[in-house]
């Protein structure tokens, strides 16, 4: 499977379609960055201890490269992630 399809299967066709919009409809820069993403993210999973400051570098590197609006893109998924994560971690002791 290609990064790409990943993020299909992941966002669904609106973000898929929104961030190939932003990469001005370029088949190649969707592959080039969603394995870039993928593997900026492996490799923090790698570290032992995780720090956001990383993902706003991720975010900075994602601009510097593909634009603004691809940025835009990719932290409205990383946000989506986090309250997903957030929402399905909870515990009774929680306050959400």
Same mark, same amino acid.
């Given at each position: 499977?290609?990064?790409?399809?990943?993020?299909?299967?992941? +966002?669904?066709?609106?973000?898929? !379609?929104? =961030?190939?919009?932003?990469?001005?409809? /370029?088949?190649?820069?969707?592959?080039? @960055?969603?394995? +870039?993403?993928?593997?900026?993210? !492996?490799? =923090?999973?790698?570290?032992?201890?995780? /720090?956001?400051?990383?993902?706003?570098? @991720?975010?900075?590197?994602?601009?510097?490269?593909?634009?603004?609006?691809?940025?835009?893109?990719?932290?409205?998924?990383?946000?989506?992630?986090?309250?997903?994560?957030?929402?399905?971690?909870?515990?009774?002791?929680?306050?959400?």
């Amino acid at each position: 499977m290609k990064k790409s399809d990943l993020i299909l299967k992941l +966002y669904g066709v609106h973000q898929h !379609t929104e =961030l190939l919009e932003a990469l001005d409809w /370029d088949q190649n820069n969707l592959e080039r @960055i969603s394995t +870039y993403i993928s593997s900026r993210l !492996t490799s =923090l999973s790698d570290e032992s201890s995780f /720090d956001f400051s990383l993902i706003t570098k @991720i975010l900075n590197e994602v601009e510097e490269e593909w634009g603004t609006a691809a940025r835009k893109v990719i932290a409205k998924m990383f946000n989506t992630e986090v309250l997903r994560l957030n929402l399905l971690n909870s515990r009774s002791d929680d306050v959400n």
